[in-house]
């Protein structure tokens, strides 16, 4: 490492370039307010917590209004799967129309308490309307 | 806790001793002299301005940060004080400006590494083993930069030369160092 040598030529041209000096810059201010770095750590880690905790609200609202959508979306399904309208299927209808009618009869009087508006009941629309 | 901060006094001391010195690293950047000292100042502003944890090298450090100035400044071609075409980086100790504003003309031409080694050495006064931790680089390559770069400045600054002349022809000693 310290082994580096220098030819004497070198050391007489360093000599020359020692003649000459850089001048000084400008002066610098003497009061000089220093800015401190603290304030500004504290506003970037509240900005941080501001805007995690932001997020994080946003994201359980939408959990939450996703949840009530599954909710929603599954009574939808319970209530299709319970539906009678589900058991008078069309295509099946029209092949027991074609092959049995009598128990396509049968099927549809079984199913139509189901179906259809109840008039027995004392405060049934039909049965007010049929009284007329 | 203030022990491993840069403080206003740090800052003034490596002004004093360095400034002239990143002056004229800075004027190989920069068009002039003028922009040069623009940037040192500016760097050494934000300094004083900003708490800094203390650099493990702080002339390294400062030369870095000059640099970053000198090649912003160039970037955007900002001029913050009028260009005095006379003004140079150095002065001879002789008075000859001309051989002054030669080797700031001599300098900005050299590679960027060869230049930086040069005047960390001969105007910063660090040795080579200094320079050589300050760029992070082996020694052996730093005392090549030097030598090329002493080389180069010896071609473009022959026709100024005179007391040195003579003793520059003799034979090729050599010193250890």
């Given at each position: 490492?310290?082994?580096?040598?220098?030819?004497?030529?070198?050391?007489?041209?360093?000599?020359?370039?020692?003649?000459?000096?850089?001048?000084?810059?400008?002066?610098l201010?003497?009061?000089i307010?220093?800015?401190?770095?603290?304030?500004r750590?504290?506003?970037?880690?509240?900005?941080?917590?501001?805007?995690?905790?932001?997020?994080?609200?946003?994201?359980?609202?939408?959990?939450?209004?996703?949840?009530?959508?599954?909710?929603a979306?599954?009574?939808?399904?319970?209530?299709?799967?319970?539906?009678?309208?589900?058991?008078?299927?069309?295509?099946?209808?029209?092949?027991?129309?074609?092959?049995?009618?009598?128990?396509?009869?049968?099927?549809?009087?079984?199913?139509?308490?189901?179906?259809?508006?109840?008039?027995?009941?004392?405060?049934?629309?039909l049965?007010?309307?049929?009284k007329? | 806790?203030?022990?491993?901060?840069?403080?206003?006094?740090?800052?003034?001391?490596?002004?004093d001793?360095?400034?002239?010195?990143?002056?004229?690293?800075?004027?190989?950047f920069?068009?002039?002299?003028?922009?040069?000292?623009?940037?040192?100042?500016q760097?050494?502003?934000?300094?004083?301005?900003?708490?800094?944890?203390?650099?493990?090298?702080?002339?390294?450090?400062?030369?870095?940060?000059?640099?970053?100035?000198?090649?912003?400044?160039?970037?955007?071609?900002?001029?913050?004080?009028?260009?005095?075409?006379?003004?140079?980086v150095?002065?001879?100790?002789?008075?000859?400006?001309?051989a002054?504003?030669?080797?700031?003309?001599?300098?900005?031409?050299?590679?960027?590494?060869q230049r930086?080694?040069?005047?960390?050495?001969?105007?910063?006064?660090?040795?080579?083993?200094?320079?050589?931790?300050?760029?992070?680089?082996?020694?052996?390559?730093?005392?090549?930069?030097?030598?090329?770069?002493?080389?180069?400045?010896?071609?473009?600054?022959?026709?100024?030369?005179?007391?040195?002349?003579?003793?520059?022809?003799?034979?090729?000693?050599?010193?250890?160092?």
């Open positions: 490492m310290g082994q580096w040598k220098m030819e004497n030529n070198d050391r007489k041209f360093e000599e020359y370039l020692g003649e000459f000096q850089p001048r000084k810059p400008r002066a201010p003497e009061q307010v220093r800015r401190q770095v603290w304030p750590r504290i506003a970037a880690a509240a900005a941080i917590a501001i805007s995690l905790g932001a997020s994080m609200w946003f994201a359980r609202k939408k959990h939450e209004l996703n949840s009530g959508e599954v909710v979306r599954n009574l939808t399904s319970m209530a299709e799967a319970k539906s009678p309208a589900r058991a008078l299927a069309l295509v099946p209808l029209t092949q027991l129309a074609l092959q049995d009618p009598e128990q396509l009869d049968a099927q549809l009087t079984a199913a139509s308490p189901t179906v259809l508006p109840d008039f027995r009941a004392s405060d049934s629309t049965r007010v309307l049929a007329e | 806790m203030g022990a491993n901060k840069l403080s206003a006094e740090d800052v003034r001391r490596l002004y001793q360095h400034g002239p010195a990143l002056m004229a690293y800075a004027r190989g920069v068009p002039d002299a003028a922009a040069a000292e623009d940037v040192v100042h760097v050494f502003l934000r300094l004083l301005s900003a708490e800094l944890t203390m650099p493990d090298a702080p002339v390294a450090y400062v030369y870095r940060a000059v640099r970053n100035a000198a090649l912003n400044a160039r970037r955007s071609g900002l001029r913050l004080t009028e260009l005095d075409p006379q003004s140079s150095f002065r001879h100790r002789g008075g000859n400006q001309e002054a504003l030669a080797l700031e003309k001599a300098l900005a031409e050299l590679p960027e590494e930086e080694v040069v005047v960390m050495r001969m105007w910063s006064g660090l040795t080579l083993e200094e320079i050589a931790a300050a760029a992070g680089a082996p020694l052996n390559t730093i005392a090549s930069r030097y030598r090329y770069a002493l080389e180069k400045l010896r071609v473009k600054l022959r026709p100024y030369e005179r007391s040195v002349n003579g003793a520059m022809e003799n034979g090729k000693q050599r010193q250890e160092i």
